[in-house]
């Protein structure tokens, strides 16, 4: 059985740094698309950062410059580095990793950006 999970969340001040992580249990790991997403309360999902398994990146314009995607397929992990981080940032972060009609979802990990 195929599982996601992600892991990294917490707390920390504005402008600190965290870095999330997720693993896939599949040896196709490589040829995934991988998505980090977001959701606040009373707000959307939205779509933070993309990696595909080519090693091409995308990332909403709230946050380029700050947080970085990237991945390790020996590992069957990707990453999101994010960096100079403000209480706007505060969030469940969900990864998603896609091809065809496989669509992965983890559980969701908290992130609080607060003083």
């Known amino acids: 059985q195929v599982q996601l999970v992600e892991s990294g969340g917490g707390l920390v001040q504005p402008g600190g740094s965290l870095i999330l992580s997720c693993t896939l249990s599949?040896?196709?790991?490589?040829?995934?698309?991988v998505g980090w997403y977001r959701q606040a309360p009373g707000k959307q999902r939205e779509l933070v950062a993309v990696?595909?398994?080519?090693?091409?990146?995308n990332y909403a314009d709230s946050v380029k410059g700050r947080f970085i995607i990237s991945r390790d397929n020996a590992k069957n992990t990707a990453y999101l580095q994010m960096d100079s981080l403000k209480p706007e940032d505060t969030a469940v972060y969900s990864c998603?990793?896609?091809?065809?009609?496989?669509?992965?979802w983890g559980q969701g990990t908290q992130v609080t950006v607060s003083s």
């Open positions: 990696i595909t398994g080519g090693g091409n990146t």
């Open positions: 599949s040896n196709l790991f490589r040829i995934y698309t």
């Open positions: 998603n990793a896609k091809r065809l009609e496989y669509d992965f």
